[in-house]
């Protein structure tokens, strides 16, 4: 594991000292600007109201001690980013017991993702890759208070840190012998009954994760008139409001009918579409392998997403970590599997490290 890490961290270092060479490019001033000014709206413009608050009130915290937005983001995502691998490799180790190397190479497929330069710059990669992975982990482990927090915490970080809410309610079903393989079983529904007689309380608390969106809905609400406003601006980042999948259907017919016809294809819109396709594709062996937690994660945040269009899906399929997971294990049936998923994700890597340095935007 050591060497992985150290692999990933020497990755990171290069990432972390292209952006502080760069600076605040692309989403990252955004977060600078709310960590600084807090947020504004103006109707009809791009806002910083899109952006959810727990990573710039992190920076604005840790600013205290740099003296300087950059410099706090760049600690946050990082020391983030670092701790994420360790938690990923013991769940992953919990997980499958006696396959070490599955850890190990799932570490590396995470820090060699064709999109991973975000999680060493000023995004919210890195952190909610941590309090996911975190709470699946403190859910798995049935540290139940500390997954609650996770969970929490990553629903003030994303909109979809909110489903964390169903996958420590699955796991707490599960720890009570109730699953889908079992719901047919007397048993498994005495388990949940008893469940629900003895921990009443914590299930209530397990309802509150969701409450990181719900708060910044509220501080919307009393600030601005209008609680969804930071889905409503999402129109003027080219996204649909509807949440009616229209637009991503548009944009997959273009991408098909251009690669069919031999028409050039926009870098963006393949990348994303292809990000999309793998990640539903997958669902069902993270589904089998790993668990209904899992497998409803995965399809869920693959899905909430496309809803409103094919931006950025690339970059949120990296902290679909179920992704990495399976890979690993499937990189270990022959050493040609695991090298082909290592080169296309390290010249994709390389390519879009390219294309950010040269401002060439590719979400």
Same mark, same amino acid.
Not at 156 to 180: D, K
Not at 317 to 342: D, E, N, Q
């Given at each position: 594991?050591?060497?992985?890490?150290?692999?990933?961290?020497?990755?990171?270092?290069?990432? %972390? %000292?292209?952006?502080? %060479?760069?600076?605040?490019?692309?989403?990252?001033?955004?977060?600078?600007?709310?960590?600084?000014?807090?947020?504004?709206?103006? /109707?009809?413009?791009?806002?910083?109201?899109?952006?959810?608050?727990?990573?710039?009130?992190?920076?604005?915290?840790?600013? *205290?001690?740099?003296?300087?937005?950059?410099?706090?983001?760049?600690?946050?995502?990082?020391?983030?980013?670092?701790?994420?691998? *360790?938690?990923?490799?013991?769940?992953?180790?919990?997980?499958?017991?006696?396959?070490?190397?599955?850890?190990?190479?799932?570490?590396?497929?995470?820090?060699?993702?064709?999109?991973?330069?975000?999680?060493?710059?000023?995004?919210?990669?890195?952190?909610?890759?941590?309090?996911?992975?975190?709470?699946?982990?403190? /859910?798995?482990?049935?540290?139940?208070?500390?997954?609650?927090?996770?969970?929490?915490?990553?629903?003030?970080?994303?909109?979809?840190?909110?489903?964390?809410?169903?996958?420590? /309610?699955?796991?707490?079903?599960?720890?009570?012998?109730?699953?889908?393989?079992?719901?047919?079983?007397?048993?498994?529904?005495?388990?949940?009954?008893?469940?629900? !007689?003895?921990?009443?309380?914590?299930?209530?608390?397990?309802?509150?994760?969701?409450?990181?969106?719900?708060?910044?809905?509220?501080?919307?609400?009393?600030?601005?008139?209008?609680?969804?406003?930071?889905?409503?601006?999402?129109?003027?980042?080219? !996204?649909?409001?509807?949440?009616?999948?229209?637009?991503?259907?548009?944009?997959? !017919?273009? *991408?098909?009918?251009?690669?069919?016809?031999?028409?050039?294809?926009?870098?963006?819109?393949?990348?994303?579409?292809?990000?999309?396709?793998?990640?539903?594709?997958?669902?069902?062996?993270?589904?089998?392998?790993?668990?209904?937690?899992?497998?409803?994660?995965?399809?869920?945040?693959?899905?909430?997403?496309?809803?409103?269009?094919?931006?950025?899906?690339?970059?949120?399929?990296?902290?679909?970590?179920?992704?990495?997971?399976?890979?690993?294990?499937?990189?270990?049936?022959?050493?040609?599997?695991?090298?082909?998923?290592?080169?296309?994700?390290?010249?994709?890597?390389?390519?879009?490290?390219?294309?950010?340095?040269?401002?060439?935007?590719?979400?």
């Amino acid at each position: 594991m050591t060497f992985y890490l150290l692999i990933a961290l020497a990755n990171t270092t290069v990432n %972390a %000292a292209l952006a502080g %060479a760069i600076g605040l490019r692309w989403d990252a001033g955004w977060y600078a600007n709310i960590a600084e000014n807090g947020y504004r709206y103006a /109707a009809g413009t791009q806002s910083t109201i899109a952006f959810f608050p727990l990573f710039p009130t992190m920076i604005r915290i840790i600013r *205290v001690i740099t003296g300087d937005s950059v410099t706090a983001g760049l600690w946050v995502v990082n020391i983030a980013f670092f701790v994420a691998l *360790v938690v990923l490799y013991r769940l992953i180790r919990l997980e499958i017991p006696d396959d070490e190397a599955s850890a190990e190479r799932s570490l590396l497929y995470t820090a060699f993702f064709p999109c991973a330069l975000f999680f060493s710059i000023m995004y919210t990669e890195s952190l909610f890759l941590m309090l996911t992975v975190l709470c699946f982990y403190c /859910a798995r482990r049935h540290i139940w208070w500390g997954a609650i927090a996770c969970g929490m915490l990553a629903s003030a970080t994303r909109v979809t840190g909110a489903l964390m809410f169903g996958v420590v /309610a699955l796991e707490w079903a599960r720890s009570h012998g109730f699953m889908l393989s079992t719901i047919t079983q007397r048993d498994a529904w005495r388990g949940l009954i008893t469940g629900l !007689r003895r921990e009443w309380l914590l299930l209530l608390a397990i309802g509150l994760i969701p409450l990181g969106v719900v708060s910044y809905m509220v501080y919307l609400q009393v600030n601005f008139g209008d609680p969804w406003l930071f889905r409503t601006v999402q129109i003027e980042w080219g !996204r649909s409001t509807l949440l009616s999948f229209q637009s991503v259907v548009n944009e997959s !017919r273009i *991408v098909i009918e251009s690669v069919v016809q031999g028409a050039p294809v926009r870098l963006a819109s393949l990348l994303n579409l292809s990000a999309v396709l793998v990640s539903l594709v997958l669902v069902v062996p993270i589904w089998r392998r790993f668990g209904t937690s899992y497998g409803a994660y995965t399809l869920l945040a693959t899905v909430i997403p496309i809803s409103t269009g094919l931006l950025s899906n690339l970059r949120y399929s990296m902290v679909l970590f179920p992704l990495t997971m399976i890979m690993g294990v499937w990189g270990g049936r022959s050493k040609g599997i695991h090298y082909a998923i290592l080169c296309l994700f390290c010249a994709l890597y390389g390519m879009l490290i390219l294309l950010f340095a040269s401002d060439v935007f590719f979400e």
